[in-house]
């Protein structure tokens, strides 16, 4: 049964599959895992108005987009539901206009598409995903590529339990915030992204009680890179850095460890360890690829895959 997929089963099944239907890995297999819409009702979308209605139905929903689909007023966030998987069919499909909002919920899955939220980042917040308060989400294989508006990715207010993998962040400033809270409650998983000539929050992780950083590709970024903030306990691992002003930082209270890394090119000199890290593999199974190969795997397999959901 699904459901009661390990981590490292549901990996291995991403890896192997055009599945439209996997379940998540790292933090956000956890308690009870983000199988999304896993077993519910599975619906193709190709306009706004069916998106938003199945986005923001009752009960399970695996809503696999065709195409380009244009968000009216540029900058709306369609509300996503709890138990939703929203993703592409093929390489190509793309939510232009608009991002997706999570709020209060629980259980979903984006994977698969390319999103573009613009607007005037003084005077809105608009995020290709915004994930206020909520639990169990997992993000893959996106690629967020949008000039303006304010975050590509924003989670906050306690969301927890989150993945983020596989996707590419690209063309940006304030590139993927998680935090706004006072709590340190917030548990992630971000793994093999690449974050391409971006600027600042690659990303910015404030008051997290377990940040696992591994085998991501960092290049190009002209602010900073892993940033440890607030409270935040980091584990980095094998996170290959090339042209990066400050590839790794960390404020005064956080804890911070990081091995195998590469930092080349003009890049600025990572922080320095910070007591120990939390252990991941006290919390789930995974797949620790070599430093080296990071730069090959992720410009090869990050962003949509034409063999993802068919
Ligand atoms: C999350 O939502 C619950 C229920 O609405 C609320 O009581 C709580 O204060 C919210 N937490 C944050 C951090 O916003």
């Known amino acids: 049964m699904r459901l009661a997929a390990t981590a490292a089963v549901a990996h291995l099944a991403s890896l192997a599959s055009a599945a439209c239907d996997d379940v998540a890995d790292g933090f956000a297999s956890l308690y ?25 139905a009752e009960g399970p929903h695996i809503i696999k987009v065709e195409g380009t689909i244009t968000v009216d007023l540029a900058g709306k966030e369609l509300e996503v539901a709890s138990d939703k998987t929203i993703i592409g069919v093929g390489d190509s499909a ?52 949008d000039p303006s508006g304010d975050g590509l990715v924003d989670l906050r207010k306690d969301a927890t339990l989150f993945t983020v993998s596989n996707t590419i962040f690209r063309n940006h400033d304030k590139t993927f915030g998680i ?27 404030d008051n997290l009680l377990h940040a696992h950083l591994y085998n991501n590709y960092v290049t190009g970024v002209t602010g900073y890179g892993h940033y440890a903030r607030g409270s935040t306990d980091a584990r980095i691992e094998n996170v290959y850095f090339v042209d990066t002003a400050d590839p790794i930082t960390a404020d005064e209270d956080a804890t911070l460890t990081s091995t195998g890394i590469i930092v ?6 990572p922080a320095a360890d910070q007591g120990e890290a939390f252990s991941p593999s006290d919390f789930y199974d995974y797949k620790l690829d070599a430093t080296e190969d990071v730069p090959s795997i992720v410009e090869g397999s990050a962003g949509p895959q034409a063999g993802i959901c068919s």
Not at 193 to 205: V, Y
Not at 264 to 269: L, M, N, Q, V
């Open 264 to 269: 080349e090119g003009d890049s600025g000199e």
């Open 32 to 56: 009870g895992g983000t199988t999304g819409g896993l077993s519910g009702i599975e619906v193709v979308v190709n306009n706004l108005e069916n998106l938003r209605t199945y986005a923001s």
């Open 179 to 205: 935090g706004w809270t006072e709590n340190v409650v917030a548990e992630g998983t971000i793994h093999h992204n690449w974050f391409d000539g971006t600027h600042q929050r690659n990303p910015s992780a």
């Open 94 to 145: 793309h939510i232009e206009n608009g991002g997706f909002g999570i709020h209060g919920v629980s259980n979903v899955i984006i994977r698969n598409l390319r999103i573009t939220n613009p607007g005037d980042p003084d005077e809105s917040d608009h995020d290709c995903i915004q994930a206020d308060n909520s639990t169990n989400i997992w993000i893959d294989h996106c690629l967020f590529d």
